[in-house]
C-alpha cells in the first residue's frame, strides 16, 4: 500500500504557472503508474495526465495538452504536475493517485490510491 500527500497548490493569476507535488511513502513509487486528476466545485472527478511507471510514457487530457506536464522521480519518490498557462477553467482540487498495474488508465476506477488533493484557484 502508498501513502500519497500533493502539495504546491495556491492562487495564481491567468497565464501563470503552478507545479504541483505528490510525496508518495509506504511502497516505492516505482510500483504503480500514476495519475493527476481534478475536481471542480459540482463537477465529477476527471482525468489530467498519466505516467508510466517509469516515466517514460506520459498521457495528457486534451483540455491540458501543451499546458501541464506530469514527470516523475522515483528516486525522490515524487511525481510532478507542472501547470503553465494557467486559465479560470482550471480552478479545482488536484489529486494524485495510485495504480499498481502498468495501465496509464484514465478512470477514476482504475486507481487505488488517492491523495487527499491541492487546491488551485486561478483568478481572472
Known amino acids: 500500500q502508498v501513502h500519497l500527500v500533493e502539495s504546491g497548490g495556491g492562487l495564481v493569476q491567468t497565464g501563470g504557472s503552478l507545479r504541483l507535488s505528490c510525496a508518495a511513502s509506504g511502497r516505492t513509487l516505482s510500483s504503480y503508474a500514476m495519475g493527476w486528476f481534478r475536481q471542480a466545485p459540482g463537477k465529477e472527478r476527471e482525468f489530467v495526465a498519466a505516467?508510466?511507471?517509469?516515466?517514460?510514457?506520459?498521457y495528457d487530457a486534451d483540455s491540458v495538452k501543451g499546458r501541464f506536464t506530469i514527470s516523475r522521480d522515483n528516486a525522490k519518490n515524487t511525481v510532478y504536475l507542472q501547470m503553465n498557462s494557467l486559465k479560470p477553467e482550471d480552478t479545482a482540487v488536484y489529486y494524485c493517485a495510485a495504480d499498481p498495474s502498468h495501465r496509464m488508465a484514465t478512470s477514476v476506477s482504475d486507481y487505488d490510491f488517492w491523495g487527499q488533493g491541492t487546491q488551485v484557484t486561478v483568478s481572472s
Open positions: 505516467s508510466s511507471r517509469n516515466g517514460i510514457t506520459t
